[in-house]
């Protein structure tokens, strides 16, 4: 969960929920900023994608980082983009220099459907592909939660040849919603 504390009301502001007008930063480094200074605050998810508690601050940016991967995979549709930005950005509070670096691409991506100018069908395989990309730098394989493990043999060439039936995920249909991909028969390393 992503909230905004507001001035007007002791209420907060939950990002990425229906109605939400709280526009998102356009850069990683910009939604970092105003997590240091406290004007945003967003849940760090990791645990689901480890095996026992993470060894140290890069490992749980991967795991993290991993976490988000899983989401987009399973479920996501990009209805919720602007909380799926503040999620990934959190992943970058425990490892901020390298991951910044590392998961700014994908923020952008991910801040383009936020904004409309993408669909989530689009850019979820880049997205989730990018992210592998930049847990798989911080996570050793035997570490990984077991649900979690396949993730990192995917779409580990170039982002924009990744899709969703490569990722083992849901397909978009016409309309934007989700539906099962069936698993395509592949050689292992295409995957």
Same mark, same amino acid.
């Given at each position: 969960?992503?909230?905004?504390?507001?001035?007007?009301?002791?209420?907060p502001?939950?990002?990425?929920?229906?109605?939400?007008?709280?526009p998102?930063?356009?850069?990683l480094? &910009? /939604?970092?900023?105003?997590?240091? %200074?406290?004007? $945003?605050? *967003?849940?760090?998810?990791?645990? @689901? =994608?480890?095996?026992g508690?993470?060894?140290?601050?890069?490992?749980?940016?991967?795991?993290?980082?991993?976490?988000?991967?899983?989401?987009?995979?399973?479920d996501?549709s990009?209805?919720?983009?602007?909380?799926?930005?503040?999620a990934m950005?959190?992943?970058?509070?425990?490892?901020?220099?390298?991951?910044?670096?590392?998961?700014?691409?994908?923020?952008?991506l991910?801040e383009?459907?936020?904004r409309? &100018? /993408?669909?989530?069908a689009?850019? %979820?395989?880049? $997205?989730? *592909?990018?992210?592998?990309?930049? @847990? =798989?730098?911080?996570?050793?394989?035997?570490?990984?939660?077991?649900?979690?493990?396949?993730?990192?043999?995917?779409?580990?060439?170039?982002?924009?040849?990744?899709?969703?039936?490569?990722?083992?995920?849901?397909?978009f249909?016409?309309?934007?919603?989700?539906e099962?991909?069936?698993?395509?028969?592949?050689?292992?390393?295409?995957?």
């Amino acid at each position: 969960m992503c909230i905004l504390p507001t001035a007007a009301s002791e209420d907060p502001i939950i990002l990425g929920s229906p109605g939400d007008s709280v526009p998102a930063p356009k850069t990683l480094g &910009e /939604a970092l900023e105003k997590m240091k %200074a406290g004007s $945003i605050r *967003a849940r760090f998810d990791h645990d @689901a =994608a480890l095996q026992g508690e993470a060894q140290d601050q890069k490992e749980a940016c991967g795991a993290c980082l991993l976490d988000k991967v899983d989401a987009i995979v399973v479920d996501w549709s990009g209805r919720y983009a602007r909380h799926l930005l503040f999620a990934m950005a959190a992943c970058c509070t425990k490892d901020e220099f390298d991951c910044a670096e590392d998961v700014a691409p994908a923020y952008a991506l991910l801040e383009a459907v936020d904004r409309r &100018e /993408a669909t989530a069908a689009e850019n %979820a395989p880049q $997205i989730a *592909a990018l992210l592998i990309e930049a @847990a =798989a730098k911080r996570l050793k394989s035997e570490r990984v939660a077991e649900t979690h493990t396949h993730y990192l043999e995917r779409c580990r060439g170039a982002p924009k040849d990744c899709t969703m039936a490569k990722l083992g995920g849901r397909g978009f249909d016409a309309f934007g919603r989700t539906e099962k991909v069936e698993q395509q028969q592949q050689p292992r390393e295409e995957l």
